[in-house]
């Protein structure tokens, strides 16, 4: 594709809402607080904004200035700058596919409580237990699952389909404030149920007494998993920044609101659950067993169950379009289809990994990768292997193979803006970074465990 042709964002703030976009999701609103909650609240936030510094920060800049060098999807961007290293951009697309088959699912559970919240299904069930039951007897069930699962493919094909512009930045303009609008509106009310100061005294008060090296691991694989890196997705939507974006500044951005979204979830879920005296520690199912228990003790039970669940749907949409722009920008380009055929070739067949990965905890349960269900084979899969492994070869290349006048040109803007902490930057990327990556994924296979 011509540089010239190329859709490009229409400025420095839908630049930073995109990749924020693709940055906030269900990481953000449900594995981080349960994650938090189990290593301890406020001294793994603090080793958390610390990794995200540290490792999330030089990362991103690293992709943006790859995709914006190339103005290329993933593949063809590594291809442009190394063929050697184009199985780097195979990496993120493939990473994207199958985080998108489990991703996808949970997306789908989303809508479907969204929808027991309207119609008042949730505040009728009246114990733990019942609440868990539902949610077993849902992801069991052949159907419904698949039905909100493809009402959620479709979403996301919508707007994609209305190309880079119209669709992804039009997206990203409404769905980002509308998140932090519902946010700011949750955490303002959970912060006055009584006994809710205790909620955020665990979770903004360190107590680094409980800290271990797993803590510390956990912070580094969550930082990691939050920011979207190593999957391409940076690298496609770099390639869609205008020549006089600031990769620093966007990069800076963008950190900030996925930590502050992380933030706010927290501030929302931990003085609720310690003001109806909860365990933080509750685990993954803390958003669809625990949380609607919660707000069935609420006043207005009905109406703040919706906007949570409201909230994660929105969460999940900006991060399932982001994954869809990488295989459908890989398609277009590299496959020369033209748009409308890659987006649908991109549906059709996140689809059927979805469908498969939802009925593998069900009806097909049965089959099994490695003794795990497909939709944790997936999930482990991508989290474990391939996002690590691209983060780790994503610093080897741009900090050690990548031109360095290249480079410098891409973060400098061709010199008109400066680069004080060139050195640091280099350092960080060329040994901090892949040291805590390889850390973390030697972790990630039991390396390190007894």
Known sequence: MNRM???????KLSAVLVAAGSSVGLGNIWRFPYVAGNNGGGAFLAIYILCVLLLGLPLMIAEFTVGRATHRNAVGAYRT???????LGYNGVLAAFLILGFYFVVSGWTAEYMVHSVTGELGRLGSAEAYAAMFENFIRNPWRPLLYTSLFVLATHFVIALGVQKGIERSAKVLMPLLFIILVALAVHSLLMPGSSEGLRFFLQPDFSKVTPATLLVALGQAFFSLSIGIGTMVTYAAYFKPDTDLRRTALNV??????????????????????????????????VTLPGIFNDMPWSMVWSSVFFLLLIVAALTSTISLHEVITAYLHEEWHLNRRAAAWTTTASTLALSALASLSLGVLNDWRIGGLDL???????????????GGFFTCIFVGWCMERKSLRAQITNDGRLPFHIERLFYFLLRYICPAILLIVFLDNLGLFKK
Do not use: E
């Not at 929302?268 to 933080?280: D, K, R």
């Not at 999930?379 to 690590?388: G, K, R």
């Open 5 to 11: 042709q190329r859709a490009t964002l229409g400025g």
């Open 81 to 87: 700058l190394d063929p050697r290293w184009s199985i």
């Open 255 to 288: 950190t900030i609101l996925d930590t502050l979204v992380a933030l706010l979830a927290g501030i929302v879920i931990f003085p609720a659950v310690f003001s109806v005296g909860i365990a933080p520690s509750a685990g993954p199912p803390l958003v669809f």
């Open 375 to 389: 939709f944790d084979s997936l999930d482990y899969l991508t989290a474990n292997i391939l996002l690590p492994v």
